[in-house]
């Protein structure tokens, strides 16, 4: 039984270093989008499918959608040598001891824009279109009459176009 036991561990650990050596490991993701169990050339395809059909919803008051589509600002993968760098970056150690590091099963910065594309696109929404955006007041008392009335507050639509741009 020890010896068969032996065995079995050894050929499941045999097998298991020799798949992880083409696919990525459990709970592997690229920019937030998840590429466990899949060898480089589908994480690259998947990776670039998803940069074609990006679409950034935008959801503003008084229930105002806006979309930033990823063709608009031509959004695309972008990584160098594609996702094999990563993959050998996971490959630099046993693969049992990389599955427990976060930093071999987390990698950013694989998309690339066109800043002035994106610059020119988000002037064009509503949000940022200075005549477009009431103000906010905070709720007040208004003496009229002989007597005090509250005028309700107005939440407005300003955004803070520094945190929304980035």
């Known amino acids: 039984i020890l010896v068969l036991s032996t065995i079995f561990i050894s050929g499941v650990v045999l097998f298991l270093t020799v798949y992880f050596e083409t696919h990525f490991y459990p709970y592997s993701m690229i920019n937030e989008i998840s590429v466990s169990f899949l060898t480089t050339r589908e994480a690259d395809r998947k990776l670039h499918d998803h940069a074609s059909s990006y679409v950034l919803v935008l959801q503003e008051r008084d229930d105002v959608r806006e979309l930033i589509r990823g063709s608009e600002i031509d959004l695309r993968f972008d990584m160098p040598y594609g996702s094999a760098a990563f993959k050998k970056?996971?490959?630099?150690?046993?693969?049992?001891?990389?599955?427990?590091?976060?930093?071999?099963r987390q990698y950013g910065d694989a998309y690339s824009l066109?800043?002035?594309?994106?610059?020119?696109?988000?002037?064009?929404?509503?949000?940022?279109?200075?005549?477009?955006?009431?103000?906010?007041?905070?709720?007040?008392?208004?003496?009229?009459?002989?007597?005090?009335?509250?005028?309700?507050e107005i939440y407005g639509n300003k955004a803070n176009e520094k945190m929304l741009y980035a």
């Open 114 to 152: 066109n800043e002035t594309l994106l610059s020119d696109r988000f002037r064009k929404l509503t949000c940022a279109d200075k005549e477009k955006i009431v103000e906010p007041k905070n709720a007040s008392l208004v003496y009229r009459n002989g007597r005090y009335e509250i005028l309700s």
């Open 89 to 104: 970056k996971q490959n630099e150690t046993f693969w049992l001891r990389s599955l427990l590091q976060r930093s071999a």
